[in-house]
């Protein structure tokens, strides 16, 4: 409980100095809540606010080597426990994902999806360990890009986090998650081959399919985060010990992903930006990661944080914006910031201020699919939409 306050408090120290570093001469001027968010009185004021402005950067078109996104709203991934017993992809996802698409936003990624059966965190995940599952990709990427938005997808495997009912449970270390979850199998050399290669066939997969994006879950405590960490990975091999051996699993994911992959569609790693512990990596140490994920090919990073320890840390919007921001002044790549961005001022902020150069909208692209068109109205800014919704969605 002790080692989790202090990590805490780390967080929030860093959110609260970079708050009061990032607004400046704002925090004068107008009104910021106790955390530093900005009040809605700032972005709608008539001297510096969006509104006179007229020019929104969140719906600003950002483009990512060579993938042109309308605006930086982003739809993370989420799992919706909707596949079918095979990993399919079924209607529920066309509907799902093709609705955000057209309710405006600029990336939509598609949820985890396991590249392998032993891989996912319910056996209600969609998969795409198997060539039968590029047919349903196949639409659901159409059902994302037929209507503006770039198809992203998740590539992933939950390791020792892997749901109930999976074949084998495995881990860089025979180190359980929780008591519930029991301890997984230590992986062999071989095993680990075995599995950047099923990465490496899924990125194949996916570039068939049509997604654009391919973002490789490297966080939340998931196989690839476990051998990050040396909260999970107490190895003796190259693969654990330094930082630096660490960092070989995932080096050679992105080796072999981006080997197989054309050079047009962006390769993606989403990387936990504090483990809320003093046993854990350190911000230093994951800034440096990303400098490697940039020198080997990447063209995305994806900031959150979290999901190795049982035990969840507290939680307030805006509360892993300075994470993201630590490693984009670190890392020359776009950066994507994430955290209870509910609010259209608030993610405007995030971007104005330089947290970050892309706003990921997961709880409330959830609950409403029509978030990015609402948030154009609330900012004043253009996000041209299909005349037979405007009636109803633009004031």
């Known amino acids: ?41 700032h972005l709608k004021g008539e001297r510096n606010g969006v509104r006179e402005m007229n020019n929104a950067l969140l719906f600003s078109p950002k483009e990512i080597q060579g993938v042109s996104l309308r605006n930086r709203v982003v739809m993370p991934p989420m799992c919706q426990y909707a596949g079918d017993a095979d ?24 949820e985890a999806t396991a590249v392998h059966p032993d ?71 071989t095993e680990i081959s075995t599995i950047v290669d099923a990465f490496a066939d899924a990125a194949e997969r996916a570039a068939s399919a049509g997604f654009k994006v391919l973002e490789i879950h490297a966080a939340h405590g998931y196989l690839i985060h476990e051998f990050l960490s040396p909260i999970a990975n107490q190895r003796n091999d190259h693969y654990g010990g330094s930082a630096d051996n660490r960092q070989c699993f995932l080096l050679e994911v992105v080796a072999a992903c981006r080997a197989r992959i054309p050079a047009e569609i962006v390769l993606s790693v989403r990387l936990s930006g504090s483990e809320y512990s003093e046993f854990g990596y350190s911000l230093d140490e994951l800034c440096g990661v990303g400098q490697n994920l940039h020198l080997a090919g990447i063209g995305l990073l994806h900031i959150s944080s979290g999901g190795n320890l049982p ?25 994507i910031g994430v955290g209870l961005l509910k609010s259209p001022e ?14 990921a909208v997961g709880r409330a692209l959830l609950s409403d699919p029509h978030w990015a068109i609402k948030a154009a109205t609330t900012l004043d800014a253009t996000l041209p939409i299909p005349a037979h919704m405007a009636r109803g969605l633009q004031r």
């Open 311 to 335: 035990t969840p840390p507290e939680v307030w919007p805006g509360y892993q914006l300075p994470l993201a921001q630590a490693v984009k002044r670190a890392v020359p790549l776009p950066v």
């Open 346 to 359: 608030f993610a405007e902020f995030a971007l104005r201020e330089g947290y970050c150069d892309l706003v």
């Open 1 to 41: 409980m002790r080692i989790a306050l202090l990590a805490l408090l780390t967080i929030i120290g860093l959110l609260l100095a970079g708050f009061a570093a990032g607004i400046g001469n704002y925090s004068t001027e107008h009104n910021v809540d106790a955390r530093g968010a900005p009040a809605p009185a």
């Open 119 to 189: 891989g996912r965190i319910s056996l209600a995940d969609i998969g795409i360990w198997d060539d039968s599952h590029i047919a349903g990709l196949r639409q659901l990427a159409l059902s994302i890009s037929e209507h503006g938005a770039v198809p992203g997808i998740q590539l992933a495997h939950a390791g020792r986090k892997a749901g109930k009912g999976v074949h084998r449970r495995v881990a860089p270390t025979s180190l359980s998650f929780s008591p519930e979850m029991g301890l997984p199998e230590e992986l062999s050399a």
């Open 87 to 110: 990993g399919g992809v079924k209607a529920y996802h066309l509907a799902h994902y093709g609705a955000r698409s057209l309710g405006g936003v600029g990336l939509v990624i598609v």
